[in-house]
Nanobody, 115 residues
Framework: QVQVVESGGGLVQSGGSLKLSCEVSGRTLSAYDIGWYRQAPGKEREYLARLWDNGLTQYEDAVKGRFTIFRGTTKNVVYLQMNNLKPEGAAVYYC?????????WGQGTQVPVSS
């Protein structure tokens, strides 16, 4: 079983920056990808970015150039650096551990954005 824990959420002003963390633990495979998503109240979960095990990254157009997904010094921690946050970015942010057999989700971390 794989555990996923997001952290780093908190109130941020519109135009501000925040760095979220995603830590995976447990029975992880040697190779896996990490995805970041967010879900605003009353809306569907939205894909933001993905970090492949080989280091490649992909971003949804709405956050490209403002968000960066990257690994820390240890493989099991992945960050999402968010710059120039917009009011519509207020949401619960989720991390997904992605592997061949299936994935695991964390409980999310809330990011309110004040305008």
């Amino acid at each position: 079983q794989v555990q996923v824990v997001e952290s780093g959420g908190g109130l941020v002003q519109s135009g501000g920056s925040l760095k979220l963390s995603c830590e995976v633990s447990g029975r992880t495979l040697s190779a896996y990808d990490i995805g970041w998503y967010r879900q605003a109240p009353g809306k569907e979960r939205e894909y933001l970015a993905r970090l492949w095990d080989n280091g490649l990254t992909q971003y949804e157009d709405a956050v490209k150039g403002r968000f960066t997904i990257f690994r820390g010094t240890t493989k099991n921690v992945v960050y999402l650096q968010m710059n120039n946050l917009k009011p519509e970015g207020a949401a619960v942010y989720y991390c997904e551990y992605i592997s061949g057999p299936g994935g695991s989700w964390g409980q999310g971390t809330q990011v309110p954005v004040s305008s």
